[in-house]
C-alpha cells in the first residue's frame, strides 16, 4: 500500500510559526510529539476517549489524537509547553502543583489546557461547570477532587486567564 504524499502546512504553535510537511493521514498529535518534540502531550488512547492528548486550537480543548495535522493548517496550537512564561508557570499550572493535583501527571497537560480554556471562557465557574468542563479527561490516580480544588483556587483567585 502506497504511503499519503505530504503537503506544506503552515500553523502557529506556542506562539511560534511552523512551515512542516506533513502526511494527509498523519495526527496533531504525532506531529507535536514525533516532529517537534513537544513530548508534554500525552499519547494515551488514540481514540479520543481519555483527554491526555487534549492542546488547544484556536483557544478550545480538541483532542490532538483525533485531528488531523492538515485540520491545524493556519491555526493556533497550545501546548502545555506553551504556558509556562520565563519558566514561571502558568497560574493554572501553578495552582495544580500546589494543590496537589498533580499525581503521576500523565493527565496533567490535557487537564490543565482544558481547565485553561474554561477559565478564560469562565474566569469564576461553579464546580458543575468544573467537573463538566473536565468530564473527557481521566486522571487514574487523583479521584478529581484535587484537580476541581485546583481550578477552584485559579479561577478564585482570578488566575485563570492570561
Given at each position: 500500500m502506497?504511503?499519503?504524499?505530504?503537503r506544506?502546512?503552515s500553523?502557529q504553535?506556542?506562539?511560534?510559526?511552523?512551515?512542516?510537511?506533513v502526511?494527509s493521514d498523519?495526527?496533531?498529535?504525532e506531529?507535536?510529539?514525533e516532529?517537534?518534540?513537544?513530548t508534554?502531550?500525552?499519547?494515551?488512547c488514540?481514540?479520543?476517549?481519555?483527554g491526555?492528548?487534549t492542546v488547544?486550537?484556536?483557544?478550545?480543548?480538541?483532542r490532538?489524537?483525533?485531528?488531523l495535522?492538515?485540520e491545524?493548517?493556519?491555526?493556533?496550537?497550545?501546548?502545555i509547553?506553551?504556558?509556562?512564561?520565563?519558566?514561571?508557570?502558568?497560574?493554572?499550572?501553578?495552582a495544580?502543583?500546589?494543590?496537589g493535583?498533580?499525581?503521576?501527571?500523565?493527565?496533567s497537560?490535557?487537564?490543565?489546557?482544558?481547565?485553561k480554556?474554561?477559565?478564560?471562557?469562565n474566569?469564576?465557574?461553579?464546580?458543575q461547570d468544573?467537573?463538566?468542563a473536565?468530564?473527557?479527561?481521566?486522571c487514574?490516580c487523583?479521584?478529581y477532587?484535587?484537580?476541581?480544588?485546583?481550578?477552584?483556587?485559579?479561577?478564585?483567585?482570578?488566575?485563570?486567564g492570561?
Amino acid at each position: 500500500m502506497k504511503k499519503p504524499g505530504k503537503r506544506l502546512i503552515s500553523l502557529q504553535i506556542n506562539g511560534m510559526e511552523y512551515e512542516v510537511a506533513v502526511r494527509s493521514d498523519r495526527t496533531l498529535l504525532e506531529l507535536l510529539r514525533e516532529d517537534l518534540m513537544l513530548t508534554g502531550t500525552k499519547e494515551g488512547c488514540d481514540d479520543g476517549s481519555c483527554g491526555s492528548c487534549t492542546v488547544l486550537l484556536d483557544g478550545s480543548p480538541v483532542r490532538s489524537c483525533l485531528l488531523l495535522a492538515v485540520e491545524a493548517e493556519n491555526r493556533e496550537v497550545t501546548t502545555i509547553e506553551g504556558l509556562a512564561e520565563n519558566e514561571k508557570l502558568h497560574p493554572i499550572q501553578q495552582a495544580f502543583v500546589d494543590h496537589g493535583a498533580i499525581q503521576c501527571g500523565y493527565c496533567s497537560p490535557g487537564m490543565i489546557l482544558t481547565a485553561k480554556a474554561l477559565l478564560d471562557e469562565n474566569p469564576a465557574p461553579s464546580e458543575q461547570d468544573i467537573l463538566h468542563a473536565i468530564s473527557g479527561n481521566f486522571c487514574r490516580c487523583t479521584g478529581y477532587n484535587k484537580i476541581v480544588t485546583a481550578i477552584r483556587a485559579a479561577s478564585r483567585n482570578g488566575k485563570g486567564g492570561d
